[in-house]
């Protein structure tokens, strides 16, 4: 029983007791909550989506037999990349439907609630403009857009920031997306990936820069900065590729340690190294996040990624 006196025994397990995270019967509240909306390509830890007030809408991805099924729905990430290690051909990935947002705006609605959707960069995926005509079509007002320009972790900063302003600095929610707008500009990833392959066959890279970046014994480091994934240096091999990822993040002005970092793998965790003793050792920044990477970015970035996810000093 919660403890807020909040849980009668016909509840709907759709709503949550914004103190205790426990399921709240679907009627009206007597306080307002500030939903934060995203997507799985956020790729968002279980401790964090499970935070009150957080809803996570997933994209699809689908192999070449057909198979797959909603991210971390229908499809888990072991799931996912026990495909990936044998098929020859790249997963497609697809939006989220309308009625899945409709489904959140229309509970938020019936219950006075806000939301912020924080959704990956509308360059890489239409999930933002799905997101959009989703609360136009249930004539949803109450609620803030906040295009990501980045995606995975790098969305993960923001969410978890504007969990911050809400909880702890209480915030309404006007002034935590006006925070977030400005926090966002600072945000980048660096990526060294084995191939171009899945990123062009996906329409996520030019074939002129995939013909560069996938160069015999060339290894290629992409950022993605304001939503563009950029081709932003190439080495031979892997030790290579990692001292240009150390350089190109001077070059875009350092690490703001205020906001930690998170460092990024598709299939093996220890492609990692590199990056653990260069974040430690060089930069003496401790307490970063590491993650795999989901189904949806993975279907893009493919086997052997190695990613950092930080943001700018001002």
Same mark, same amino acid.
């Given at each position: ?8 025994p ?69 799931? $996912? ?26 509970d ?9 959707a ?12 799905c ?8 004539d949803?007002?109450?609620?803030? $857009?906040?295009?990501?320009?980045t ?11 504007a ?78 590729? $990692? ?16 906001y ?32 795999r990477?989901?189904p ?18 001002e």
């Amino acid at each position: 029983m919660c403890i807020h006196d909040c849980l009668p025994p016909n509840h709907v397990a759709s709503q949550r007791c914004f103190f205790c995270h426990r399921a709240l019967p679907h009627r009206k509240r007597f306080f307002r909550m500030i939903r934060i909306l995203t997507d799985s390509a956020s790729d968002l830890t279980a401790t964090d989506s499970a935070r009150p007030g957080v809803y996570t809408v997933p994209l699809s991805v689908t192999f070449a037999d057909g198979t797959g099924g909603l991210d971390g729905v229908e499809l888990t990430a072991d799931e $996912f990349y026990a495909h990936l290690k044998v098929d020859k051909v790249p997963p497609r990935t697809s939006q989220p439907s309308p009625q899945s947002f409709m489904t959140i705006f229309e509970d938020a609605k019936e219950n006075g609630d806000q939301v912020i959707a924080i959704l990956i960069s509308s360059n890489l995926s239409g999930t933002y403009q799905c997101a959009r005509l989703a609360a136009e079509s249930c004539d949803f007002e109450d609620v803030f $857009f906040v295009d990501s320009r980045t995606a995975s972790q790098g969305e993960g900063i923001l969410i978890r920031e504007a969990l911050r302003l809400r909880d702890e600095e209480h915030l309404p929610a006007h002034a935590i997306v006006a925070e977030l707008e400005q926090l966002k500009q600072r945000i980048r990833i660096l990526a060294v990936v084995d191939s171009l392959k899945h990123l062009h066959k996906g329409g996520r890279l030019p074939a002129a820069v995939a013909l560069v970046g996938g160069a015999l014994g060339v290894k290629p480091v992409l950022s993605v900065v304001d939503g563009q994934i950029k081709l932003a240096d190439t080495a031979r091999g892997r030790p290579g590729a $990692f001292v240009a990822m150390f350089k190109n993040i001077e070059k875009m002005g350092g690490v703001d340690p205020r906001y930690g970092y998170a460092l990024l793998y598709s299939d093996e965790k220890g492609v990692l190294a590199p990056l653990h003793h260069y974040m430690h050792e060089n930069l003496h920044i401790t307490g970063g996040r590491v993650a795999r990477l989901g189904p949806v970015i993975a279907s893009h970035a493919g086997p052997g990624c190695a990613g950092l996810v930080f943001v700018t000093k001002e």
